[in-house]
């Protein structure tokens, strides 16, 4: 009896916890889809992170079908009511701090420090733009002619798609979702497969503030399947996407075909250029900082630097009692730097050091031939001399691996940061103002750091790139976020002559 009691119990309670980790799709307000697809927490091997549906072309197409049926109400409510929304919603986001970066971690790997200031970073988010409800969207302008005026107006583009990675799960899909709400379109979101819970969540408080059914709409699943055919859905006015270059160009393409707007967010290999009169001990925590930091699963990440010779002795010893203080390991326990996300990208991290190495660089702090027991914990790497062509110098790795290379002189290594296929963020460390300046103006990246990561970005400003990092047309945060999700139009009022 006492066994019977407590077996049901049991089970109860199992199926409890096994709701609390499950994604559902977000349709038409309607949380819908199985539980079919297992997401592993990466610091702690055998353990359940998430659960999700895998979405289909039909689930996409319900869901644009239900945003594009909601959309013109949606356009059609003031703009601070709008705004309203999203403020309750952001307010939430902060009310479930605790518990939502908690299930970011276990699905994502990163520390909890990091997580909870993801979640206040994407309820920020949610408030900037809420706030936008009450701003100017236009400007009135004079006119040559007679008895007229001129004002601009901005428009939504109606529903738009998004296509978000695992690195932020929660601050990307709220940065690309705010702005297009608080512009009156409609979402439909495909968050990374293994990150399910995180963009959930921001759809719960959505949801929870008083969005009207069917203006946010999530389904999750493989890029290739949903993903897929939400680009390719000719409701589709526009996408925004952040994730690798090789699926944005592919995208890119889809949406250019039938001249769709599209926004793209791809890769980095972002350096900081370290010169004498930098202080060594500030350059190397600013190196680490970028590096390490976010397990260096950040297209902003520092993954390069270039180092004049009368720094370089005092700036690598600094920089290896940096790395050691950055412990791998499981995000919810006392971790410096949290797991790896996934049993691809440790291998990746480890293949890319050991390359390195085969080819005779060296290998200051770090190693590449860890096993997984204790789940995918990947020491800071730093690498020196190496040639400035070795892929460990020009390919994105996307783990804390940071390359450092001797420059002779500030013009050589601006060459040298400016030698990239990729424009995302750059450094410099420098207590010169002529020199910061020139670099800020010569310096092929859309984000410029003088003495701060390369990694870490403010909400109310403009982020992009240039080059294969970026479609450097639109750019991403602050205001110039409400560009890509509005088309601008020009009104002549005037009178009847008499
Ligand atoms: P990462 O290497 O960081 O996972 P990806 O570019 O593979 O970067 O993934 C970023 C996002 O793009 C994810 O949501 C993923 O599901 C989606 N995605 C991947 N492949 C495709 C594709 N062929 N079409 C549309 N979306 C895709």
């Given at each position: 009896?006492t066994?019977?009691?407590?077996?049901?119990?049991?089970?109860?309670?199992?199926?409890?916890?096994?709701?609390?980790?499950?994604?559902?799709?977000?349709?038409?307000?309607?949380?819908?889809g199985?539980?079919?697809?297992?997401?592993?927490?990466?610091a702690?091997?055998?353990?359940?992170?998430?659960?999700?549906?895998?979405?289909?072309?039909?689930?996409?197409?319900?869901?644009?079908?239900?945003?594009?049926?909601?959309?013109?109400?949606?356009?059609?409510?003031?703009?601070?009511?709008?705004?309203?929304?999203?403020?309750?919603?952001?307010?939430?986001?902060?009310?479930?701090?605790?518990?939502?970066?908690?299930?970011?971690?276990r699905?994502?790997?990163?520390?909890?420090a990091?997580?909870?200031?993801?979640?206040?970073?994407?309820?920020?988010?949610?408030r900037?733009?809420?706030?936008?409800?009450?701003?100017?969207?236009?400007?009135?302008?004079?006119s040559?002619?007679?008895?007229?005026?001129?004002t601009?107006?901005?428009?939504?583009?109606?529903?738009?798609?998004?296509?978000t990675?695992?690195?932020?799960p929660?601050?990307?899909?709220?940065?690309?979702?705010?702005?297009?709400?608080?512009?009156?379109?409609?979402?439909?979101?495909k968050?990374?497969?293994?990150?399910?819970?995180?963009?959930?969540?921001?759809?719960?408080?959505?949801?929870?503030?008083?969005?009207?059914?069917?203006?946010?709409?999530?389904?999750?699943?493989?890029?290739?399947?949903?993903?897929?055919?939400?680009?390719?859905?000719?409701?589709?006015a526009?996408?925004?996407?952040?994730?690798?270059?090789?699926?944005?160009?592919?995208?890119?393409?889809?949406?250019?075909?039938?001249?769709?707007?599209?926004?793209?967010?791809?890769?980095?290999?972002?350096?900081?250029?370290?010169?004498?009169?930098?202080?060594?001990?500030?350059?190397?925590?600013?190196?680490?900082?970028?590096?390490?930091?976010?397990?260096?699963?950040?297209?902003?990440?520092?993954?390069?630097?270039?180092v004049?010779?009368?720094?370089?002795?005092?700036?690598?010893?600094?920089?290896?009692?940096?790395?050691?203080?950055?412990?791998?390991?499981?995000?919810?326990?006392?971790?410096?730097?949290?797991?790896?996300?996934?049993?691809q990208?440790?291998?990746?991290?480890?293949?890319?050091?050991?390359?390195?190495?085969?080819?005779?660089?060296?290998?200051?702090?770090g190693?590449?031939?860890?096993?997984?027991?204790?789940?995918?914990?990947?020491?800071?790497?730093?690498?020196?001399d190496?040639?400035?062509?070795?892929?460990?110098?020009?390919?994105?790795?996307?783990?804390?691996?940071?390359?450092?290379?001797?420059?002779?002189?500030?013009?050589?290594?601006l060459?040298?940061?400016?030698?990239?296929?990729?424009?995302?963020?750059?450094?410099?460390?420098?207590?010169?103002?002529?020199?910061?300046?020139?670099?800020?103006?010569?310096?092929?990246?859309?984000?410029?750091?003088?003495?701060?990561?390369?990694?870490?970005?403010?909400?109310?400003?403009p982020?992009?790139g240039?080059?294969?990092?970026?479609?450097n047309?639109?750019?991403?945060?602050?205001?110039?976020?409400?560009?890509?999700f509005?088309?601008g139009?020009?009104?002549?009022?005037?009178v009847?002559?008499?």
């Amino acid at each position: 009896m006492t066994s019977t009691a407590s077996t049901a119990t049991k089970t109860a309670t199992a199926a409890t916890e096994r709701d609390l980790i499950t994604a559902r799709h977000l349709i038409n307000g309607e949380w819908l889809g199985g539980a079919d697809t297992e997401r592993m927490n990466p610091a702690r091997p055998g353990e359940l992170a998430a659960l999700s549906p895998s979405g289909t072309a039909e689930d996409v197409d319900a869901a644009i079908t239900a945003a594009t049926a909601a959309q013109p109400a949606w356009a059609a409510l003031p703009a601070p009511s709008r705004g309203a929304i999203l403020m309750a919603a952001g307010n939430l986001l902060l009310d479930r701090q605790t518990s939502i970066a908690e299930d970011l971690v276990r699905e994502e790997g990163k520390t909890i420090a990091e997580a909870k200031g993801e979640v206040k970073r994407a309820s920020d988010v949610l408030r900037f733009f809420g706030s936008l409800g009450w701003a100017a969207t236009g400007e009135v302008l004079p006119s040559g002619l007679q008895d007229t005026t001129i004002t601009t107006r901005r428009e939504p583009l109606g529903v738009v798609g998004l296509i978000t990675p695992w690195n932020f799960p929660i601050a990307i899909p709220a940065w690309k979702s705010a702005p297009a709400l608080i512009s009156g379109n409609a979402v439909v979101i495909k968050p990374a497969e293994l990150t399910p819970l995180s963009a959930t969540h921001l759809a719960r408080a959505l949801q929870d503030a008083g969005l009207p059914a069917g203006v946010f709409n999530v389904v999750h699943g493989k890029g290739r399947v949903a993903g897929d055919a939400l680009a390719r859905d000719p409701r589709i006015a526009g996408m925004s996407f952040t994730g690798s270059t090789k699926v944005g160009l592919g995208l890119q393409e889809i949406l250019n075909g039938r001249r769709a707007r599209v926004q793209l967010e791809m890769g980095g290999k972002n350096g900081v250029l370290v010169l004498d009169d930098a202080d060594p001990r500030k350059a190397a925590q600013v190196v680490a900082a970028g590096a390490f930091g976010l397990t260096g699963q950040a297209c902003t990440a520092t993954s390069r630097v270039y180092v004049t010779p009368g720094i370089r002795e005092d700036f690598l010893a600094a920089l290896v009692e940096e790395a050691a203080a950055y412990t791998a390991g499981d995000g919810l326990e006392a971790a410096k730097m949290g797991a790896v996300v996934s049993s691809q990208q440790f291998e990746q991290n480890q293949a890319a050091v050991r390359t390195a190495v085969e080819r005779g660089a060296k290998l200051l702090h770090g190693a590449y031939d860890g096993g997984t027991d204790a789940g995918f914990r990947f020491p800071a790497a730093i690498l020196t001399d190496l040639p400035f062509d070795d892929a460990a110098v020009t390919e994105e790795i996307f783990g804390p691996v940071v390359a450092v290379l001797e420059v002779p002189d500030y013009e050589a290594g601006l060459a040298a940061i400016n030698d990239s296929r990729y424009g995302l963020t750059a450094g410099i460390c420098t207590d010169s103002l002529a020199l910061a300046t020139d670099f800020a103006a010569r310096a092929q990246a859309g984000v410029i750091k003088v003495n701060r990561p390369t990694a870490g970005l403010d909400l109310n400003v403009p982020f992009g790139g240039v080059k294969d990092s970026s479609t450097n047309t639109f750019r991403e945060q602050g205001k110039s976020a409400l560009d890509f999700f509005t088309w601008g139009k020009t009104v002549y009022t005037g009178v009847y002559l008499p």
